[in-house]
């Protein structure tokens, strides 16, 4: 059983920046449904050029230009196949590595994330800047009346900083308050339980928001090069339902995905506030 201490589902906590927050990366993404092959319950395989495709590309790529957007990568290969919700196009504000916009068929992302990253609200308007591109850049001929999905995903990584002394398996347990419970004397064959490598996963359906989910992880586990291994925790709020193809309505399901996160993060975090440096004003 899992359960992070003192959680109650209708918690609703004070929005606080943290001078030394443990973001990673945030990741804002929209899908839709698009035709493509394949087989069942496999990715699907866009075939074909679509030439909606390209009016939408070019048609975004101009206005993202106008909002700074001016680095441009390709992430697909010409001569490779293209997977439905599959990002193609990355565009880069300068060669900082956030904020980034990634476009592909079926599925639009902003990621955020340190330094540039201070808060939802500051980030807010960055995504109903991008998001009014991405509807207002449509082709006349493509029939666009809903959003499938929209999703809000945070991943921060605790390291020594963070988890003092403590080891991932102890940092989860009394640091985050996950709490795993085994039956009695399963434990006593670790010959240090400091060396537990832990992994906790759940996905929950979310009460009073139709299609909408979230996803909570935290393991152990090490970034790139770092030599050392680290708490990572990974939390996505995902509504899967028909949503208007308007910025008002996807910003109204990534405000309830966000309240809902950071009430978790506040929560399982509560313990390390000090360590974390709450910003005076914030």
Known sequence: MLTPAGWSCRLVVKS???????????????????SATGIPGGPGIISG?????????QELTNTLRGQG????????????PVMAHQPVYRYRLSDDPF????????IFTVNAGPPSYE??????????????????????????DVFSRASLRYIDLFDAQLRGDASNYAFIRDGLGVVVDLPD??????ADRNRISPTVALRLPVDGDEGASLAFQVAAGRLGQ???????MDMSYSVDRRIETTPE??????????????????TLTAGLRDRMKPVAGS
């Open 99 to 106: 904020p980034v916009v990634q476009f592909g068929h079926g």
């Open 185 to 190: 004397g399963l434990l006593d064959v670790t």
């Open 226 to 232: 770092r030599p050392t291994t680290d708490t990572i």
């Open 119 to 144: 808060s939802w609200s500051s980030f807010r308007p960055r995504v109903e800047q991008v998001l009014e591109a991405l509807i207002a850049s449509r082709p006349d001929g493509l029939e666009l």
């Open 16 to 34: 606080i920046s943290y001078a030394k927050a443990p973001l990673l990366e945030l990741i804002v993404e929209i899908r839709w449904q698009v």
């Open 249 to 266: 309505s996807v910003l109204s399901a990534l405000d309830r995905a966000y309240e809902t996160v950071h009430a978790w993060f506040e």
């Open 69 to 80: 957007f001016h680095n441009l990568e390709r992430l697909v290969p010409h001569d490779m």
């Open 49 to 57: 050029l679509s030439a909606e495709f390209d009016l939408w590309f």
